[in-house]
């Protein structure tokens, strides 16, 4: 087992990485104070399936009241009503300021559970228990919250967890389709901030299949170290933290205009960066190898922009995005591999330049 730490103004926890760490969750819980009084795993139907019994084994020598609350999967199931009813559920079960909530799952579980626990009796605490790739992103920094109609994660907290725990063995399970929506969330991180890592990913991994139990370890613990080091300077996106959303403007935009769940966050995402990238280059009059990193997605069959989504559809979704201000859209861009930066970017600008990348998406 390897131990990342992640420190941020208001907490510091750790990140456990490695196979069937799980089994060190009971202890770790043992030793939390104030005592815990009782537990209550939040999940959803497909990873319960496989791996509920198992914490729920793991957490036998506790001796503690322990619950289990599960949603339908999928990001549309990040919603107004699965919130409501995990909180009715955890007041029903008599959950107290002492409780702990346990998040079993992916990006949607963590967020969610993390949102619960940081409303439910003004915050208590939870873990998270990731069960993907993407969720080496999700379960580290403390963003929590729920989709809304009109835009994703619009509504929630920043609310860090007591650890993180990532077993190896929760990750045998994944579809290739999981696996790539998470490896670009790891694109993401060496693009932003490592040019050396990113070097690596486009040499080593050419295939999904490419991710083995051998690099997948060094790739998790990149990408973990590179979004611990940005929260730790700014742990409330006031500034720094800001250029994790690279890709993430247009990515959320497409996600809630095709309809959450539609398409996963990491095929949106991985557009979004390809779009971000494009638009780098002509107003930074530099060359970030635009074909070069598109071509190397496109080896891992993300998707191109959803057919029915227009220009002006997608640029009005941007501009209901956390970062904007008064209606502006602030893009997340870089000068060279490893140095972003953030622009505020003119509608007529960013309506060009989105025409320009759908028209030339549908080409290709």
Known sequence: METLHV???????????????ITDL?????????????VLILSDKTVSSLYLDKVVEALQGLELPVHNFVVPGGDGEKSFSNYYNSLTFA????????????????????DLAGFVAGTYMRGIRFIQIPTTLLAHDSAVGGKTGINHPLGKNM?????????????????????????????????????????????????????????????????????????AEVVSQDEKE?????????????????????????ISHGDA???????????????????????????WLKQFNYPGVP????????????????????????????????????KEVNDSILLDALQKFLMTDKEQ
Do not use: C, W
Not at 26 to 38: D, G, Q, W
Not at 166 to 195: C, M, N, W
Not at 203 to 223: H, M, T, V
Not at 310 to 332: I, W, Y
């Open 238 to 262: 006031k500034g720094l933290r800001a250029i994790l959303n690279f890709g993430h403007t247009l990515g959320h935009a497409i996600e809630s205009e095709s309809g959450y769940g539609t």
């Open 26 to 38: 009971s202890p770790f819980i043992n030793e939390l104070r104030p005592a815990v009084t009782s």
């Open 155 to 227: 509504v929630g907290v920043f609310h860090q967890p007591e650890a993180v725990f990532y077993s190896f063995d929760f990750l045998d399970s994944l579809p290739l389709t999981e696996l790539r929506s998470g490896f670009a969330e790891v694109i993401k991180h060496a693009l932003i901030q490592d040019e050396e890592f990113y070097h690596y990913l486009k040499e080593e991994i050419s295939d999904l299949s490419d991710i083995q139990p051998g690099n997948l370890s060094y790739i998790l613990k990149k990408g973990i170290s590179i979004k």
């Open 91 to 110: 007041l029903e079960k008599g959950l107290d300021r002492n409780s702990l909530i346990l998040a079993l799952g992916g990006g949607m579980i963590g």
């Open 307 to 342: 057919s029915q989504l227009d220009a002006e559809q997608l640029l009005g979704a941007m501009k209901r995005d956390k970062k904007s201000t008064s209606g502006q859209v602030k893009m997340v861009l870089l000068e060279a591999i490893g140095q972003p930066y953030v």
């Open 269 to 295: 995402v991985a557009i979004g960066m390809r779009f971000a990238l494009k638009l780098s280059e002509e107003l930074g009059n530099t060359n970030l190898h635009y074909k070069e990193i598109s071509n």
């Open 7 to 21: 420190e941020t103004e208001t907490k510091q926890y750790s990140v456990f990485i490695g196979h069937e760490i």
